[in-house]
């Protein structure tokens, strides 16, 4: 067990704070811009049933980034390992997450991994439903299952606002239609993609869902497998290669556990066995990780010797 009482975790919260004003909250996806760069909270689950938490609890983000890991785990689930890692690979890349040289450069053409946005859209485009509707209630359904909550929703202002301006990310696409890694309509998959990442929720969902990937897919407060082992596994592995981008390597030096962030300031993380976390905290570091989210994590995983390696 890890930070028994709310005490300690409010006294990291208050420690991490500090380090909100060297961060700045996304501006590219409009209606993020409106987070308060200093808002800071974090929830951690433990195998019991118990959940620890510091800071604003209620507040909700949209999972952005995050959702690419539970979207995986789902595409994994409808269409297997085969078919899905056909068309993505499973190599970091190096680059920002939105960064397209290497799709051009790959051969054959294929994103490197899933957690990019080029492989996050090649893993939309595999959930399977007869409508764009019945594949976004497919996940919503699955995402509210993993965290035990079936009020979670998405936030409509902040996916209009991305479908709005997506025009990096549907030129990805475009690239990936010609090549024929995608082959529905690009329109159509930007939305079901940008409702995808407006899903949201506090961070105590989040560390209920990182809590059911720390325990390769089993739900302790129910007993039931939600996700397959070796799927919750290879969702696992990417994080900790690939989870947080062009810092990854760091991460698994400085905390060494498996995490997926978002440019909403969420970070998912799932330590092996033991416990689920959920950081939101809007203020970014120049790769798009939270500032303040990075440094709780550092804090915890050296305090209580966190790391896998
Ligand atoms: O596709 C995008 O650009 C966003 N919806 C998600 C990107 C993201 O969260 C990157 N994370 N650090």
Redesign the pocket.
Known sequence: MICRSSEELNQLVLEAKDCTKFGKVADY?PALKKADPDDLSVAIYHTDGTCLSAGDVQLKITL??ISKVLALALALMDCGEDEVFCKIGYEPTGDP??SIVKLEISKPSKPLNPMI?AGALVVTHMIKGHSVHERFERLLQFVRKLAGNPSISHCEEVAVS?FET?HL?RSLCYFMKQHGIINEDVDNLIYL??KQ?AIEMNCLDLAKIGLVLALDGIDPLTNNRLIPTHIARICKTLMVTCGM?NASGEFAVRVGIPAK????GGIMGAVPNRFGIGIFGAALDEK??SIAGLKILEMLSKRYDLSMF
């Open positions: 996806i952005q980034s997450f939105n946005n991305e997506a990310n993609y940008t990442c981008y962030s978002g440019v909403s798009g990780n």
